[in-house]
């Protein structure tokens, strides 16, 4: 059940009235129950076989998350801490990363002439392990660091784990900032649930007119068994596939957040723009923000104390280390391994000048469009990204190599490029972000006074939306 799909329009009608419902004891409890339910349902819908393994983790870690409270100051809370990271941790790994190593570790020990009879076991991995294993595991860790307290209402624990906008494909909520949301009744606001229908309405612009329209392009010459394309065309769909997964995500993150809004929670932001930035350490500060952060403050921060003798190498090392960690979370590929060690080592010029933690705002002229300076920073970083995006989207390292060698060959050729409505859609929504930089989404609309151009503007987006959706197709990081 797609958030952008006709029944989860119909399942969320169905919770927004109950969980709204004008009883005359409304309390957070009844509505955490609502969503805790929906939740379940919705995961249900999408992985029954599944269901069982989440709640066992939920239950797990809520009595993790109260042993350590009760055991502050204590070498039970840190054996405790390490029992759900080292549970967390090992329940991601079985399931998603045990074939990997099967096969890597067999591929390994062929090449000395020591063949294996290994062979990959049938396992099944869940819709979104992903996502909700970080949830735990940044739960135990808040509460050893005594960030938040335990929470001891099993039904808001729970609800966090798998509410339901962002259980597939994220944002990555912290706990010290959702669970707090859920521990009162939530009344119904006009202002914030029509701005979450702004937003939702802008993401499925984004997903079902831009990287919809998109993806058959992208497929026709990096899926599996693609036609072998000129140099020209290979970078034309590097670049639509950047564009693909931008709007495919941030798509999803605008709808998560929207019905968050419509429920009068507060979701994470998970994207800022990222096209925009003026570096690679800037544009990871805006592209798939919940999980840049929790990789830092979990794994990068620590790292850097460790390593904190050695400074800028040490620096170095942690950087490679979390973005290797980054890579891997994507998924059991190599590529996924060479994605994360090339975007840790665009970091190593940056540390090495004193400039990871330099962004600064994008300056512009008198028509509002960036300086030259920094445009072309801009574009480099742009370049650099779309460059990631090709290693990304390889399934293969031997696929990479070939849309690498096709570059030798047609540069100067004119490219396929699709139908030119999908990048006039592109264009579009790369004008609405830069003038919306300053926003929180594309589609916010406070300092529009005309009722007449807001609603314009709203049926002119449902219009496009009918009319040029391309053939639907699953979340990309739904599988992740």
């Keep these: 059940m797609a958030i952008n799909s006709l029944p989860f329009l119909a399942f969320f009608v169905v919770v927004f009235a109950l969980y709204y419902l004008p009883i005359r004891r409304q309390s957070g409890l009844y509505q955490n129950v609502v969503l805790l339910l929906a939740s379940y349902f919705f995961y249900g819908y999408a992985d029954l076989r599944m269901l069982p393994l989440l709640l066992a983790a939920t239950v797990v870690f809520y009595f993790i998350g109260i042993g350590i409270e009760r055991n502050e100051d204590?070498?039970?809370?840190?054996?405790?801490?390490?029992?759900?990271i080292v549970a967390g941790v090992g329940m991601l790994v079985y399931f998603k990363y045990t074939n990997f190593f099967i096969q890597s570790f067999g591929n390994l020990l062929g090449c000395f002439g020591l063949p294996t009879n290994w062979h990959s076991l049938k396992i099944i991995v869940p819709l979104g392990i992903s996502f909700f294993t970080f949830r735990l595991v940044s739960y135990v860790i808040e509460v050893h660091r005594g960030m938040m307290s335990a929470t001891h209402d099993f039904i808001a624990f729970a609800t966090y784990v798998a509410f339901f906008p962002c259980m597939l494909s994220g944002p990555i909520d912290r706990p010290n900032i959702f669970i707090p949301q859920l521990g009162q009744a939530r009344l119904f606001d006009n202002n914030t649930a029509t701005d979450g229908l702004r937003q939702i309405?802008?993401?499925?612009?984004?997903?079902?007119?831009?990287?919809?329209?998109?993806?058959?392009?992208?497929?026709?010459?990096?899926?599996?068994?693609?036609?072998?394309a000129s140099g020209s065309t290979t970078i034309v769909v590097a670049l639509a596939y950047t564009f693909q997964i931008y709007a495919d995500f941030s798509?999803?993150?605008?709808?998560?957040?929207?019905?968050?809004?419509?429920?009068?929670?507060?979701?994470?932001?998970?994207?800022?723009?990222?096209?925009?930035a003026l570096n690679?350490?800037?544009?990871?500060?805006?592209?798939?923000?919940?999980l840049t952060t929790w990789v830092t403050d979990y794994v990068f921060t620590p790292l850097c104390f460790s390593f904190r003798k050695n400074r800028q190498w040490g620096m170095i090392a942690a950087i490679i280390i979390n973005f290797l960690i980054v890579g891997l979370w994507h998924g059991a590929s190599w590529n996924y391994v060479i994605y994360g060690l090339y975007h840790g080592l665009l970091f190593v010029p940056l540390i090495l000048m004193g400039k990871m933690n330099?962004?600064?705002?994008?300056?512009?002229?008198?028509l509002g469009l960036?300086?030259?300076?920094?445009?072309?920073?801009?574009?480099?970083?742009?370049v650099l990204v779309v460059f990631g995006m090709l290693i990304f989207r390889c399934t293969t390292m031997a696929q990479f190599a070939h849309e690498l060698g096709t570059l030798r060959h047609g540069l100067l050729t004119l490219p396929d490029i699709g139908a030119a409505a999908n990048w006039l859609f592109v264009v579009a929504m790369l004008i609405v972000e830069w003038c919306q930089r300053h926003r929180d989404h594309g589609l916010e609309m406070s300092s529009m006074r005309s009722t007449v151009l807001r609603w314009g503007v709203y049926l002119l987006l449902v219009l496009v939306i009918f009319i040029y959706g391309g053939e639907t197709t699953s979340f990309i990081y739904q599988v992740f």
């Excluded at 690679?280 to 919940?290: G, K, L, P």
């Excluded at 330099?358 to 008198?366: A, D, I, L, Q, Y």
């Excluded at 960036?370 to 742009?382: A, N």
């Design 201 to 228: 309405l802008w993401g499925l612009f984004k997903k079902m007119v831009v990287a919809d329209g998109l993806a058959q392009f992208v497929d026709l010459y990096l899926g599996s068994g693609g036609v072998t």
């Design 358 to 366: 330099t962004s600064g705002e994008v300056t512009t002229n008198r």
């Design 74 to 84: 204590k070498p039970w809370a840190d054996r405790l801490l390490l029992l759900g």
């Design 251 to 276: 798509g999803y993150s605008d709808m998560a957040i929207g019905v968050g809004k419509v429920l009068n929670i507060k979701v994470a932001k998970n994207f800022n723009y990222p096209f925009f």
């Design 370 to 382: 960036p300086v030259i300076k920094d445009f072309m920073r801009m574009l480099f970083t742009f």
């Design 280 to 290: 690679i350490a800037d544009f990871w500060r805006r592209w798939h923000m919940s």
